[in-house]
């Protein structure tokens, strides 16, 4: 199917109505450097700015800053018709977060409070994870103090670093929702279930040159899968 076929039911998903004004959900972006326990060579690919996010009570629970330019691999025709998740490879740095408290992730493990690098990630395709969520694409979370570079990390060794950053069994992850590349370069966006989405646009960098076109992510910041 074309890729422009699918995107507009993917469009359609995220786009939702908003939820009831005494759950809503803020943030504020500040300049601040990337916290001090983010590795050199990754805190340089990071933006200057931190989007710090508020639950329905006004208090302030992640802090979170995405990379600023984001590298792919992608033809000139694939960034013709829209990049996604897909043309960036797995294991590449996306960002890094800031936890004030202990924080759920979408499969409703326990996340300690701490600082940590989030990296692209695929679902893997077999029984375990059918069903587990909507998209097949997810962020890793991973300990700042042992993520020490900022290259793409082998799928295997990333899982087992966000298991141990975890200690749950199993890495903990943010859904990444399909996000349109066009549209304010910051925002929170309410979906069904009560998930909140931090969604940014950010440069594609393709063969080492910018493409002019962006990538849309779209992070659960809030929220879990059904089961």
């Known amino acids: 199917m074309p890729r422009l076929c699918w995107l507009i039911p993917m469009l359609a998903l995220f786009m939702t109505a908003p939820c009831p004004a005494q759950e809503k959900f803020s943030f504020v972006e500040k300049e601040a450097a990337p916290p001090k326990e983010v590795n050199a060579a990754i805190a340089k690919l990071l933006s200057e700015k931190g989007i710090q996010v508020s639950d329905s009570a006004g208090k302030q629970f992640a802090e979170v800053w995405l990379r600023s330019e984001i590298p792919s691999d992608a033809t ?15 294991g590449e740095v996306l960002g890094a977060i800031r936890f004030e408290k202990e924080w759920q992730d979408y499969r409703k493990q326990r996340v300690p409070a701490g600082v940590y690098t989030f990296r692209l990630g695929y679902q893997p ?61 910051t925002e929170l966006v309410s979906r069904p279930r009560g998930q909140w989405v931090l969604a940014v646009r950010r440069p594609i960098v393709a063969g080492g040159k910018k493409t002019g076109s962006n990538l849309g992510i779209g992070i659960t910041v809030e929220g879990h899968a059904s089961e």
């Open 76 to 90: 000139p025709d694939q960034i013709k018709n829209g990049i996604t998740y897909r043309e960036v490879k797995q």
């Open 125 to 185: 395709q077999d029984g375990d994870h059918m069903g587990m969520g909507e998209f097949q694409e997810y962020a890793l979370l991973i300990a700042a103090a042992g993520d020490t570079g900022a290259a793409p990390l082998d799928a295997e060794a990333m899982i087992k670093m966000s298991m141990k950053a975890t200690k749950t069994g199993h890495p903990g992850v943010m859904m990444l929702v399909p996000t349109p590349a066009k549209g304010k370069d």
